[in-house]
């Protein structure tokens, strides 16, 4: 099963140090049963897509709690057993929760797929919406609307052994 785990620039760095994504649990994204009833889509890329979105957005968050860290959105796209993903049947329809799933342990960095990672370009956008996000989680319309802005930029895909470039730059 592919999901999406969220990071930051800093956290990637961690990970990259320690070869793995951890220490468990771990919040990620995946296709999940929700989601699929959610999106009421059969097209895998298009279920897949709206996974890699959800993580962004769980990235955007790690990054409203970090206020020091480079503001790009990163996701890490990592192919795992089906076993290894857990989905709480609670929160399967929570528009907050569409796509998540734990992985309860650590994740070796050799089975991430992909890295995606905001565009310098993005930095500014980023940046206001992580600011705007307690707000808009809080029911302001013009928080939103910035938070919303975030989306408006596509990450950009990166091979795994593109890492130590995305890190050092």
Excluded: C, N
């Excluded at 399967?92 to 995606?116: F, Q, S």
């Excluded at 565009?119 to 928080?143: Q, S």
Aim: hydrophobic fraction near 50%.
């Amino acid at each position: 099963m592919r999901v999406y785990v969220p990071l930051t620039l800093p956290a990637l760095a961690q990970a990259h140090r320690a070869g793995e994504l951890g220490p468990g649990p771990l919040t990620a994204y995946a296709v999940t049963p929700g989601l699929r009833e959610w999106y009421v889509s059969d097209d895998i890329e298009e279920l897949e897509y709206a996974a890699l979105t959800r993580a962004a957005h769980g990235s955007l968050r790690l990054l409203a709690a970090d206020p020091g860290a480079v503001r790009k959105r990163v996701v890490v796209a990592v192919d795992i057993a089906d076993g290894a993903v857990h989905a709480d049947p609670d929160r399967a329809l929570d528009p907050d929760a569409l796509g998540e799933v734990r992985l309860e342990t650590a994740v070796p960095l050799a089975k991430a797929a992909a890295v995606h990672v905001d565009a310098d370009d993005a930095a500014v956008d980023v940046a206001k919406a992580a600011e705007a996000l307690a707000a808009a989680d809080g029911g302001d319309a013009d928080a939103q609307f910035v938070v919303d802005g975030a989306d408006d930029h596509e990450l950009l895909w990166f091979a795994t052994q593109e890492i130590e470039h995305l890190i050092a730059g």
